[in-house]
């Protein structure tokens, strides 16, 4: 009974956290509860369990909250979202799209899409479960989006009967890389943390603030007292120490060579799987609740 009173007092926290930073947007609590429970049969959390308190609590449940409102189709919660997060949308949807046109085919469609229902007949938003960040899963769904856009694009060109095949040469990239991941994963993974612990308090909640939660430098330069300059500079060095503690690492340690450490860290940049590791790394020894910003998170570089 003291478990589910816990969890009970976690559900209804959450819920004042998230109705303070968003505004209430028309969330019942007893949907809000409702979703919180689905989530943790969904991920085998028996309410019963006294980790079930905890793994609610580690939810982005501000996040969370939103999309919740979103798919229970609350015009307050959309233009929220929009607010939010349209500019990150067109800003990562240009990055990540081969041209403008492809570019406006997959931001006009995105958030239709979001709205639509799915197969169970909700927003496909629901799908949303808050394990990450909002940001974090909608790189995600727009890095599909903008694959699929790419194979519906070549499947309708017409193509002479004659012509011969033209190799993918991006197939090949993806697939060397992969190889490479497999081969030097563990490597990688053991540079990234030995990186990650030479890093001062200060340094990791600079890292979280500027590429987790997407903080100008002018907001960090505020929140430290400092000149927004002198927050670029800090950024400067810590990513040039981390760039040279990963190789020198690669190198003594695991004797990678200087092409393959290259290639490794030009991996790790295009896909961003070296900046999600490294932040998740950083912020797994941060204490919560720290202050934040709506998120807009940059790309935290270190190849």
């Known amino acids: 009974?003291?478990?589910?009173?816990?969890?009970?007092?976690?559900?209804?926290?959450?819920?004042?956290?998230?109705?303070?930073?968003?505004?209430?947007?028309?969330?019942?609590?007893?949907?809000?509860?409702?979703?919180?429970?689905?989530?943790?049969?969904?991920?085998?959390?028996?309410?019963?369990?006294?980790?079930?308190?905890?793994?609610?609590?580690?939810?982005?449940?501000?996040?969370?909250?939103?999309?919740?409102c979103c798919a229970e189709r609350l015009d307050s919660a959309w233009r929220r979202f929009e607010r939010l997060y349209q500019r990150h949308i067109e800003e990562l949807v240009r990055c990540l799209a081969r041209n403008a046109l492809q570019a406006l085919d997959v931001s006009e469609g995105l958030l239709v899409d979001?709205?639509?229902?799915?197969?169970?007949?909700?927003?496909?938003?629901?799908s949303y479960d808050g394990r990450s960040s909002l940001a974090t899963w909608l790189h995600v769904i727009i890095t599909h989006r903008v694959a699929n856009?790419?194979?519906?694009?070549?499947?309708?060109?017409?193509?002479?009967?004659?012509?011969?095949?033209?190799?993918?040469?991006?197939?090949?990239?993806?697939?060397?890389?992969?190889?490479?991941?497999?081969?030097?994963?563990?490597?990688?993974d053991e540079s990234l943390r030995k990186a990650c612990d030479t890093l001062s308090v200060r340094e990791r909640q600079m890292l979280i603030w500027r590429y987790e939660r997407g903080l100008l430098l002018e907001e960090?330069?505020?929140?430290?007292?400092?000149?927004?300059?002198?927050?670029?500079?800090?950024?400067?060095?810590?990513?040039a120490r981390l760039r040279k503690d990963v190789m020198t690492t690669l190198a003594e340690t695991?004797?990678?060579?200087?092409?393959?450490i290259a290639e490794c860290l030009n991996d790790m940049c295009?896909?961003?799987?070296?900046?999600?590791?490294?932040?998740?790394?950083?912020?797994?020894?941060?204490?919560?609740?720290?202050?934040g910003a709506e998120p807009s998170p940059q790309k935290l570089h270190i190849a």
């Open 220 to 239: 960090i330069g505020r929140l430290l007292s400092i000149h927004p300059s002198t927050v670029c500079r800090h950024l400067d060095r810590v990513h």
């Open 149 to 188: 856009e790419r194979v519906r694009k070549w499947n309708t060109v017409q193509r002479p009967g004659e012509m011969p095949e033209v190799p993918d040469r991006t197939a090949v990239r993806e697939l060397e890389a992969d190889m490479r991941a497999q081969r030097y994963g563990r490597a990688i």
């Open 114 to 126: 979001l709205f639509l229902p799915d197969r169970t007949g909700q927003s496909r938003i629901a």
């Open 270 to 291: 295009e896909n961003r799987a070296g900046s999600v590791s490294l932040l998740r790394l950083i912020a797994d020894t941060m204490p919560r609740g720290r202050p």
């Open 1 to 68: 009974m003291n478990t589910t009173r816990r969890l009970d007092d976690v559900i209804a926290a959450s819920l004042q956290d998230a109705t303070a930073f968003h505004g209430d947007l028309g969330l019942t609590k007893g949907a809000w509860t409702h979703r919180l429970a689905t989530i943790l049969r969904r991920c085998g959390k028996n309410p019963d369990d006294p980790a079930a308190a905890a793994f609610a609590e580690r939810l982005h449940n501000r996040d969370l909250y939103l999309a919740t």
């Open 254 to 260: 695991y004797g990678i060579s200087e092409a393959a």
